[in-house]
C-alpha cells in the first residue's frame, strides 16, 4: 500500500499528492527492494522527483542502506544537475556555493524527517519543483543577487496608471514582446524561469500578480462575460491592469537583459 | 450556510497545489468557488507556475560524482535505530523476548522444532549462511525488518546459562555453525531439512 501523507485536512482526510505522482507510487507498490531500485535508478524512464522523495523520506517502508542509497545517490545526481542549470555560475557570484547550500539543506532536511512525525516535508511529495523554488528563493534572499545595485530600483514606469483611451492590449504587447524577444522559447528554460522568477518577486505586489497571471495565460478582457479575466481577477479596471504590465515588463526587461550581460 | 467558508485556507491552496493542471482554467474555477481566498491563490498559482521544471534537466549526468560523499553525510544524520544509519542500532534480539507459548507457536509456523529456533535465536548459526527467503519468513513472523533481525543474529552467540563450555576462553563468531550444520544436527524430520534446503539462495 503506497503511504498516505501524515498530514490531514479539518476532516481529518490525508492530505492527496498530484494523480501522476499516486500512479507512478502505486506502479512501483509491492516491487521486491532490488527492483524497485532498478527502476528508481534508471536514467532512461526517470521518475518524477517526487516519487524519490517518498522513498527517501518514510523509514516505515525499511529500506536498509543496501537499497537506499542508490536511491540517495540518483536522487542526488540528478539534484545537482537540476542545480547545476537553475544557479548557474552567469547568473549569480558564489553560485556553486550556493547551490551547495541548496543541495546540503535538502539532505538534511530528508535527514530529520525521516527521524520525525511532524511531516515537515509532505509538500515535496506533491509539488516538488515548487518546494525547490521556494528554497532556492529563501537561500538567494539570503546570499543576494549578483548585481551591486538592484536595477528595478532604477527602472522607471513608461506611463503612469491613467484613463486615457489608448489601445491598452497593444501597448502590453509591445511590452511583452520587447521583455521576452528575441528568444520566446526562453521562457521554457529552468534558468530563465528561474531568474524570471526571482525578478516577478521582486515587483510591486500590483504588479507582481498582474503579470504571473499574464504567463498562465489569462486575458486581460475578455467578450465572454464568464470567462476569468485578469482586470476581474485583480478586481480593477483593464486599463490599470494593463499600465501596471508595462511597468511590470519594462522592469523585467531591464533585468533580465542586464543579468545576461553579466 | 455557505460551505465554502467552512474549508480552511490551508486546505484550499493545498488542493489547487496538488491539481495536476494548473493552468488559468484552473485558477479561475478555484477564484469563483474560493473568493475568500482570492489574493493568496493568485499568489500560490504565480508561485506554482514561474517555478522552473527540475526533473527536465535533472537527467543529465554531471561529471565527477559528489553523491557518495553526500551519502556518506547523509547516513552520518540518521539516527541510529534508522534501517539506514550508518551504524544500525542493535535491535534487541527479537526472538528473546518471546513467550514460551509464542516461541513454540512460532517455532510451528516456521515449521523447525524448537532446539533449531533455539539455535537461531542464541545467534549459534553463522547470519550469512542463511538464506535470504528463510530470514524474510522469520522477519515478517516477528513483524521486524530483515536488516534488523539479520543485524541482531550477527552478534555473537549466546551461552545459555548453567552450561559450561570445556574450552577455555570466551565464545566467538568461530564457535557459530552453518546453516546446513544447523539442518543436520538439530533433529529436525528430512521433510523439515528438505522445505528448509529449498530455500537457499541461488
Given at each position: 500500500m503506497v503511504l498516505p501523507l501524515k498530514k490531514t485536512t479539518q476532516d481529518a482526510e490525508p492530505y492527496q499528492r498530484r494523480a501522476e505522482i499516486e500512479q507512478v507510487l502505486s506502479s512501483l507498490d509491492g516491487l521486491a527492494p532490488d527492483q524497485l531500485v532498478e527502476r528508481l535508478t534508471c536514467t532512461h524512464q526517470a521518475v518524477p522527483f517526487e516519487v524519490l522523495i517518498y522513498f527517501l523520506r518514510?523509514?516505515?517502508?525499511?529500506?536498509?542502506s543496501k537499497h537506499l542509497e542508490p536511491i540517495f545517490r540518483t536522487f542526488y545526481g540528478r539534484l545537482e544537475a537540476a542545480l547545476r542549470k537553475s544557479v548557474s555560475d552567469t547568473w549569480i557570484d558564489y553560485a556553486a556555493t550556493i547551490r551547495e547550500e541548496l543541495a546540503e539543506r535538502i539532505v538534511e532536511m530528508i535527514a530529520k524527517d525521516r527521524d520525525?512525525?511532524?511531516?515537515?516535508?509532505y509538500y515535496w511529495e506533491v509539488n516538488f519543483n515548487h518546494a525547490l523554488s521556494n528554497l532556492c528563493t529563501d537561500v538567494l534572499r539570503k546570499h543576494g543577487?549578483?548585481?551591486?545595485?538592484?536595477?528595478l530600483i532604477n527602472a522607471r514606469p513608461l506611463t503612469e496608471e491613467s484613463d486615457s483611451g489608448e489601445e491598452v492590449s497593444h501597448e502590453v504587447d509591445i511590452a511583452a514582446a520587447e521583455f521576452i524577444?528575441?528568444?520566446?522559447?526562453?521562457?521554457?528554460?529552468v534558468a530563465f524561469r528561474l531568474r524570471l522568477m526571482h525578478a516577478i518577486n521582486e515587483l510591486p505586489v500590483d504588479e507582481r500578480r498582474a503579470v504571473g497571471l499574464w504567463l498562465q495565460g489569462?486575458?486581460?478582457?475578455?467578450?465572454?462575460?464568464e470567462a476569468e479575466t485578469i482586470a476581474q481577477a485583480l478586481e480593477c479596471r483593464e486599463r490599470t491592469v494593463s499600465n501596471r504590465l508595462k511597468r511590470a515588463f519594462e522592469k523585467l526587461r531591464i533585468v533580465m537583459q542586464a543579468e545576461e550581460l553579466q | 450556510m455557505n460551505t465554502t467558508t467552512q474549508v480552511s485556507k490551508d486546505n484550499v491552496l493545498h488542493k489547487f497545489s496538488a491539481e495536476s493542471n494548473q493552468d488559468a482554467d484552473t485558477l479561475a474555477r478555484y477564484l469563483k468557488r474560493y473568493p475568500q481566498y482570492r489574493e493568496a491563490l493568485i499568489d500560490l498559482s504565480i508561485e506554482i507556475s514561474t517555478a522552473p521544471k527540475f526533473d527536465e534537466l535533472a537527467v543529465e549526468k554531471l561529471p565527477g560524482d559528489n553523491s557518495r560523499q553526500a551519502w556518506s553525510k547523509f547516513q552520518s544524520l540518521l539516527?541510529?535505530?534508522?534501517?539506514?544509519?550508518?551504524?544500525?542500532?542493535?535491535?534487541?534480539?527479537?526472538?528473546?523476548?518471546?513467550s514460551d507459548e509464542r516461541f513454540r507457536e512460532l517455532a510451528r509456523e516456521l515449521n523447525v522444532n524448537r532446539l533449531f529456533l533455539s539455535r537461531l535465536r542464541d545467534c549459534s548459526i553463522q547470519v550469512a549462511t542463511i538464506p535470504q527467503q528463510f530470514l524474510s519468513v522469520v522477519a515478517q513472523a516477528l513483524k521486524v525488518s530483515v536488516e534488523g533481525l539479520t543485524s541482531a543474529l550477527d552478534s555473537p552467540p549466546v551461552v545459555a546459562s548453567g552450561l559450561r563450555h570445556k574450552a577455555s576462553g570466551k565464545p566467538g563468531a568461530g564457535d557459530k555453525i552453518t546453516f546446513e550444520e544447523a539442518l543436520t544436527s538439530s533433529a529436525l524430520s528430512e521433510t523439515q531439512q528438505a522445505a528448509l534446503r529449498e530455500m537457499k539462495d541461488e
Open positions: 518514510h523509514t516505515e517502508l525499511e529500506l536498509g520525525s512525525d511532524e511531516e515537515k516535508m543577487p549578483a548585481r551591486e545595485t538592484d536595477p524577444n528575441p528568444n520566446p522559447s526562453k521562457i521554457d528554460e489569462m486575458p486581460i478582457e475578455s467578450q465572454d462575460p | 539516527s541510529p535505530t534508522d534501517p539506514a544509519s550508518t551504524t544500525p542500532h542493535p535491535m534487541d534480539n527479537p526472538l528473546s523476548n518471546l
